[in-house]
């Protein structure tokens, strides 16, 4: 059937779409999400069928299709195309018999997971896939071919490093920029860290939206490679390289619902990882009442899932289990963070100490791990009081095309809130969820220079009026949203005496 | 925020959404599938958020909006409008504990439902609970209270009348127009008979498809209840009145993946006859190779699924099962079909016997199952030999806005083709599937008069060059496709001896 092509004007970014009005859908028996093959010349399409059942909006005779369809057919408005009815995927038939509960061989995860990478799946079919998988709890050898179908279909980055370090913090703990520490520290003992990091969901910032305010973190890979060349390592946005795409679209999934079991949150982690042909990985679990891992038991079962998926991937993984119940370092916020970051850099005494000891922890772990002996710790604290990790995070900043900035021009918010602790006390603690939500409020991540600041941690005394934190934000209603937030008395806990809650 | 309104100019018939630019959308916090509430003045609509990642398409300070929100807020192109983050419904809260496989009780079914059928969860959120219900084995009562929600959440029709019977076959066997043949009798008998039909999804005809020669199909329910009180019984497409809605859209999702368990296919099919007011359900199961049910004790597991499901909704149901392994009638497709039915209904001996008996079978067991007494079948055969269940009837066409016509005077298609025997020997049968597929190549349920006629049955002789059967359309081309098809030699099958296969 030839039928003329209406541009949508839209881009989905999603599984390619061509809309239908009823009447030809009906006379070519074609049904909603059904798949068509469209043909201009020599160029075609699949796309999924949407049908449009008002022929005021739509006219039979047409075929509307979205941004991705017009590229893939360099078809404009217009223009006449034919089209016939196309099977569907044989994924499909597999994500049938996952739902049924059957074990899946590797060829058929790969044939789904790389339809999934090429957008070729509807909604219902991805989600059914997911929601199979985390029905029928799979084995390891499923999840390892799953993370490896979700590795082929997507750019793996070789840079021909016999040791590739990498980190990863399973998160939930506001600032905790250890890895803007950590990975200069091994690249100035001479170790390559590719290091690719999230940007903000839920949290005020992600590495990469801190990282962002000293230099890019959006990066080609050709540059990628040059930049390790020459520096040993980077810190950048992992969403600037295609890694692990398939990843991504089953992550889209399972926000709407809140989807993510321990063996998903692996196998997404591992399949970023491998991506950048890394071979030791640290794990940071952060274990609290408002992260992600509430309980030990939760840590040690996830610590044994990487520990197993790492094996069949062949990538070594070592695990550190940490306190995850109170914010780590004095910033929340872009600009604030990186002026902890470069303090502690900088030996500055102003550098938060719980970050500093945290990145020493960490780095320290990591060099043992590599084989470079019992007193790595020590050898870490070295570098990083020697400045060599400032040098060496100097030269990836500048190969990122940032340059040298002083902590102390770096300016938060120009507007601003004290809050005064009402009595004489104790601080008990802060309430994670509640403290990332007033940063946010306040403007962070977009808005670079909002954020908290903190003078007061866990266990401190506080004094009647005494500053508690500042709130910062270069809009003025946000922060008057962010102050209403933390007037409401639940961010700030604290107590009379020294040893009661 | 306020934003401008870009008419989409499409209607998606599903669910309301929203399409924001990137920018905008960052700004806001607000993701993919992220709900917003959308205000223009007093009038406000919940949508499903749609990100569009590009400037070129889609500008920072528009919002996209379907024909469905337009309306919803009486806007057109350029209104200003003010939108704010909205929460989930709580029903994905329930959707995701099913997932996790707990049992839901009836408040929280009922959400799910409601939400269903006034479109507004996503496919991934419904994908989800259709996945969930199908992995998790449901009992009995959650099952009860799944179609009691579907119920509830569309239109309930009710005549008034002690006695309301119903009839329902299974599906999967071409012609098997009984339904036709027997409300009528019913009806004749004094009994109400409201009987609702779907249109073909994958068959030459539906009943719906093959009453719309003779009369509308659709029909307004302040019309149908005045034709109920006039002539106690109707035939119409079930689609035209607004029952049980939720599952209409449940079967959206099951389609693309071929999901339909018995348990499943009970509740839905009893959601419609529960709305329609039935007391009484006799429920074919037409046991055949080609069938939905191919397997006696698969029949038997329907039987006692509907059963069960039959005594908490407060329906009787009795069950026969035929034999589905040959179509029934000698026309197949909608002109072809009614042909078949007056012939019958006039007593004429050009009614193919087979579908009468199964049709006086029917009505038969109907009768006694309604308490009419044990010479229901001999009933049966007198309303139908008398002429009563023909001026039934007409009664029926003629309420629903049809005229008496001369089944002689109905053509089947312009062009034909007869297939011939290619030797001597025996019709061994036809491939149910092919021969449903020859009569859609041809034309029909779309073109009223395209479709198969049968000249032979399973076990009759044919000489060489003796017809088997003609294929008739309206479209010289489709009539191609259906001749090539049926050359193919699936369709018919022979064989030398009487006995033998």
Redesign the interface.
């Known amino acids: 059937m030839k039928l003329k092509v209406k541009d949508?004007?839209?881009?989905?970014?999603g599984v390619r779409i061509a809309?239908l009005n009823y009447l030809d859908a009906?006379?070519l028996?074609i049904?909603?999400?059904d798949r068509i093959k469209i043909k201009k010349g020599k160029k075609f399409c699949i796309a999924v069928v949407?049908?449009?059942?008002?022929e005021k909006?739509?006219k039979k005779g047409n075929i509307?299709l979205m941004?991705e369809v017009l590229a893939d057919l360099k078809a404009v408005d217009g223009d006449d195309v034919e089209i016939r009815l196309e099977k569907?995927p044989k994924s499909?038939i597999y994500?049938?018999e996952k739902?049924e509960?059957k074990k899946l061989d590797y060829d058929k995860i790969y044939s789904i997971v790389n339809d999934i990478s090429l957008n070729r799946l509807?909604?219902?079919?991805m989600?059914?896939f997911v929601?199979?998988y985390?029905?029928?709890k799979s084995n390891m050898e499923e999840i390892a071919d799953l993370t490896n179908a979700m590795i082929k279909t997507g750019q793996k980055l070789d840079f021909g490093k016999k040791i590739v370090v990498d980190l990863h913090s399973v998160g939930g703990v506001p600032n905790n920029r250890t890895t803007m520490i950590v990975v200069p520290i091994i690249v100035a003992a001479g170790y390559a860290f590719p290091k690719t990091s999230s940007r903000s969901?839920t949290s005020p910032a992600g590495t990469a939206d801190t990282m962002e305010v000293l230099c890019d973190v959006k990066i080609s890979v050709p540059r990628l490679k040059k930049i390790m060349k020459k520096v040993g390592g980077f810190l950048i946005w992992g969403g600037s390289v295609n890694l692990a795409p398939a990843d991504d679209k089953i992550i889209?999934?399972e926000?709407?619902?809140?989807?993510d079991s321990p063996v998903q949150m692996a196998a997404s982690i591992m399949a970023k990882k491998v991506s950048v042909g890394s071979t030791h990985l640290l794990l940071e679990i952060p274990v609290g009442r408002e992260t992600k891992i509430k309980k030990m038991s939760q840590a040690m079962k996830l610590k044994k899932i990487f520990k197993t998926l790492g094996k069949r991937l062949g990538i070594k993984v070592r695990t550190v289990i940490t306190n995850g119940n109170e914010p780590v370092g004095n910033g929340i916020g872009p600009i604030l963070e990186v002026k902890d970051v470069l303090y502690i850099l900088k030996n500055d005494a102003r550098g938060p100490s719980d970050l500093k000891n945290k990145s020493l922890l960490l780095a320290g772990d990591i060099l043992e791990f590599i084989g470079v002996g019992k007193k790595s710790r020590q050898m870490a604290k070295e570098i990083l009081e020697s400045g060599l990790a400032y040098k060496s995070f100097m030269d990836i900043v500048k190969a990122q095309g940032g340059k040298e900035v002083d902590p102390d021009e770096l300016k938060p918010g120009k507007f601003s809130y004290d809050f005064l602790s009402e009595r004489d006390g104790y601080l008990s603690g802060y309430d994670n969820i509640h403290l990332a939500r007033v940063a946010?409020f306040a403007g962070a991540p977009?808005d670079k220079s909002a954020g908290v600041f903190l003078y007061k941690k866990a266990g401190n005394r506080v004094k009647k009026k005494e500053k508690i934190l500042t709130i910062y934000s270069n809009n003025k209603v946000k922060l008057e949203h962010a102050v209403d937030l933390i007037k409401e008395g639940k961010t700030v806990i604290l107590r009379s005496s020294r040893n009661k809650k």
Request: hydrophobic content about 35%; charged content about 30%; proline content about 2%.
């Open positions: 949508l004007d839209i881009a989905t970014g809309v009906e006379e028996d049904h909603h999400l949407d049908i449009s059942e008002s909006f739509f509307g941004e569907k499909v994500i049938k739902l509960g509807t909604d219902i079919e989600t059914t929601t199979s985390y029905v029928h969901i889209q999934i926000r709407p619902l809140n989807l946010r977009r």
